[in-house]
């Protein structure tokens, strides 16, 4: 008697036109003569104004459709297409100046420079893209700091700040653009329980007004605070359902 395996559980939804689409998404990493396939297969829809908690266990393939997303690597096989564009047809060039324009990713571990203030640290997108004069980069970086309770520490240096208001500079840097999409690559893994439950709840305002929200995270708790949770497992989609 042949085995079949289940099939993923499929979260009945309103046909909206998606924000990010995956189709049939292959990664396989290579080594030598060695291989591995981190995605098999994902198909994944996700639209406008959506707050989306990707979970599942170490090696599952989260992070891996978060780096595809964002450009910062591309399928084996498959589709990418965020608000209408294939990033995965695009140049590094193009990439790089269509991700500044359209995403914002906030990662685990800050990743500030230490020798930048915090009002510096939010303005380096800003710095890099060239899109808006120099003249109103220091506002929209205040502004950006303003927003996430940090108007008062505009000219501290990241070793000056706690690991949560660290964070906070990290998404005030990812909001520097105004992008469409936030990403955030277990935003609350480097903190504690209290700054973790702060650090949600300004990505949850965020959403409200408007941002597409979609993170990895390890806390069961925080990703069922989402809008839907997409459960990734052995690389495919094994379940996606609706917040309680």
Not at 79 to 84: F, I, Q, R
């Amino acid at each position: 008697m042949t085995a079949t395996m289940p099939r993923p559980e499929v979260v009945e939804r309103p046909t909206l036109e998606p924000l990010i689409e995956l189709r049939g998404v292959v990664k396989i990493y290579r080594s030598g003569k060695l291989e591995y396939a981190a995605l098999r297969g994902v198909d994944l829809s996700i639209a406008a104004g959506e707050m989306v908690a990707v979970v599942g266990p170490s090696g599952s393939g989260k992070t891996t459709i978060m780096n595809l997303i964002t450009g910062i690597d591309r399928p084996t096989e498959g589709s990418v297409t965020v608000d209408g564009q294939a990033i995965h047809e695009l140049s590094e060039e193009e990439l790089a100046a269509w991700r500044g324009r359209n995403v914002g990713i906030v990662f685990q571990f800050f990743q500030l420079l230490p020798t930048l203030t915090a009002l510096e640290n939010a303005m380096l997108p800003l710095d890099f893209a060239r899109r808006v004069p120099k003249r109103d980069r220091r506002g929209i970086a205040s502004h950006n700091l303003e927003l996430v309770g940090l108007g008062d520490k505009l000219d501290h240096l990241p070793s000056e700040l706690s690991g949560g208001e660290q964070q906070r500079v990290a998404i005030a840097r990812a909001l520097a653009s105004d992008p469409q999409l936030i990403i955030g690559d277990e935003p609350t893994g480097n903190l504690d329980t209290h700054t973790a439950a702060e650090m949600f709840e300004l990505l949850q305002r965020l959403n409200r007004e408007g941002k597409t929200v979609l993170y990895v995270t390890h806390d069961l708790e925080l990703a069922a605070r989402a809008g839907r949770v997409v459960t990734i497992r052995d690389g495919i989609v094994a379940r996606q359902r609706e917040a309680a």
